[in-house]
């Protein structure tokens, strides 16, 4: 254990920090820091700290919500810890520091923050710190706990910090059951109306355009993972969920142009943003340029942070709403948008299968499980409980169907579905298409159809 004067996180040479507490972690500070009982519960709080030339900003981004007058706030800005609780204001008002809500610190005529702890504060008066964050002056954004533990939903990081989603160093099914994936390729074609996945992930390892997404279609799923730009012009295609907002993780530039879509979540875009009609609901951080149309709408408690330079119809001379230029802050550095660090795993081999009753061939229907180089199906009504491998090849499920429920595995090809309702989990190289009109796409995870891990099919 460490005393107080010694830092507790590794030297911070930028100018933002995530951090992610454990339980264990916390215990072991609260004795060594303030020396006080522990509360009889421990809150988990991920916060994301970044500063303009003037003001000091710490971001709610998971966890539990804090209530004014049970936490305090240390400023270090060179001479030793000192509360500053009460010089910590709410942007926006409110008593309750919770999700996606923002405290502001102004250091005008002060020296600028070296380090932030966050305590809470138990029915005894005792104090346990769950939370250090450090500032820089400059270069990558350092980390001072483990991100890829305490995050909220997922072990795999933290969606709202922005930090690693995944090492790729544990088994491809544990990332799939413990991140919620239900759909894992290189495209997202969805000609329906909504795909539901509260608290699941898409990653889609190419771009996304409005046209893949029927224009208008809202895919309400909390954690998006995009390896390429994302255009979304015309039309009003929305992504997020609004009941479990996540992460929007997009590893290249942003295009929100004409249509008034709503975006749930935090956004992380790796290149320029450009937005004109959408709706922000939560925080967009740009490693990029920003561009701002005639219409956008920023909610209250959200922000855009950006590195490069910004442009407005102010530029022309034109009228334009002053708090939404209000609203984006200039920062050296962002947190960066990440793409998980896990490939595609190949199939087991054949005898696995064989000696699971796994058959060749054979007609869709319920419970069926079937382990072929592809595999076609064009008639029926409705299928529960399947698992379909097509090992080198297509899965096609077309021609009438009504429902279709299961485990959809495709390493080397694409999953196509044109039916009203499919409900499972989505692995395919090449991407999924669902593409009947009007259909819905709901996240199940894979464990609610293998219940024996022996059983995995990957």
């Known amino acids: 254990m460490r005393p107080m004067d010694e830092k507790a996180v590794s030297e911070v040479i930028g100018v933002v920090l995530l951090i992610s507490v454990t339980v264990i972690g916390v215990a072991l500070v609260a004795v060594t820091y303030f020396s006080q009982p522990a509360p009889s519960e421990i809150p988990h709080v991920s916060v994301m700290a970044g500063a303009t030339d003037t003001t000091f900003i710490l971001s709610h981004e998971g966890g539990d919500a804090l209530v004014k ?7 270090d800005a060179g001479n030793g810890l000192e509360d500053e609780t009460n010089n910590f204001s709410f942007e926006g008002g409110g008593d309750v520091w919770s999700l996606g809500k923002t405290l502001a610190y102004n250091y005008s005529g002060k020296t600028r923050p070296e380090r932030v ?8 008066g005792g104090e346990m710190m769950i939370a250090e964050l450090g500032y820089g002056t400059g270069g990558d954004p350092g980390t001072g706990g483990d991100p890829g533990t ?19 160093s544990s088994p491809y099914i544990d990332y799939v059951i413990d991140e919620n994936v239900f759909v894992h390729g290189n495209t997202l074609m969805f000609s329906g109306n909504n795909v ?10 190419g771009g996304l355009v409005a046209s893949d997404l029927n224009g ?3 895919i309400n ?8 730009d994302v ?8 992504l997020g969920s609004p009941v479990v907002p996540g992460g ?3 590893n290249g530039s942003l295009t929100l142009g004409s249509g008034q879509r709503h975006i749930y979540g935090d956004v992380y875009v790796a290149g320029d943003f450009s937005l004109k009609d959408a709706r922000i609901h939560r925080n967009v951080y740009v490693d990029g340029d920003l561009t701002l149309g005639n219409t956008p709408w920023i909610a209250d408690e959200a922000y855009i942070y950006y590195t490069g330079t910004i442009k407005s119809p102010l530029d022309s001379g034109s009228d334009y709403d002053s708090g939404i230029i209000a609203k984006c802050i200039k920062l050296e550095t962002v947190p960066r948008a990440r793409m998980p660090d896990q490939d595609i795993p190949s199939p087991k081999a054949a005898e696995w299968y064989a000696s699971k009753g796994y058959a060749p061939s054979g007609t869709l229907m319920n419970n069926v499980k079937i382990f072929a180089p592809s595999y076609i199906s064009t008639s029926g009504s409705s299928a529960s409980n399947v698992i379909i491998i097509a090992y080198d090849g297509d899965i096609s499920i077309a021609g009438g169907w009504n429902t279709v429920t299961g485990v959809f595995f495709a390493p080397k090809g694409r999953v196509t579905f044109d039916g009203n309702r499919i409900e499972g989990t989505v692995i395919a190289r090449d991407g999924f298409f669902a593409t009947h009109g009007g259909s819905t796409v709901i996240f199940k995870n894979i464990k609610e159809y293998i219940t024996d891990p022996d059983d995995y099919p990957f």
């Open 216 to 218: 208008g279609a809202s």
């Open 196 to 205: 539901f996945g509260q608290g699941a992930t898409i990653i889609i390892t």
């Open 117 to 124: 702890v966050i305590s809470v504060i138990d029915s005894g």
């Open 248 to 250: 929007i993780y997009i």
């Open 150 to 168: 305490g995050g909220d939903p997922g072990t795999g990081g933290d969606p709202g910090t922005g930090g690693d989603p995944g090492t790729g």
């Open 69 to 75: 007058g049970n936490y305090r706030i240390y400023v």
């Open 231 to 238: 255009t979304l012009n015309g039309g009003s295609a929305s």
């Open 221 to 228: 799923v909390s954690n998006i993972y995009i390896n390429g």
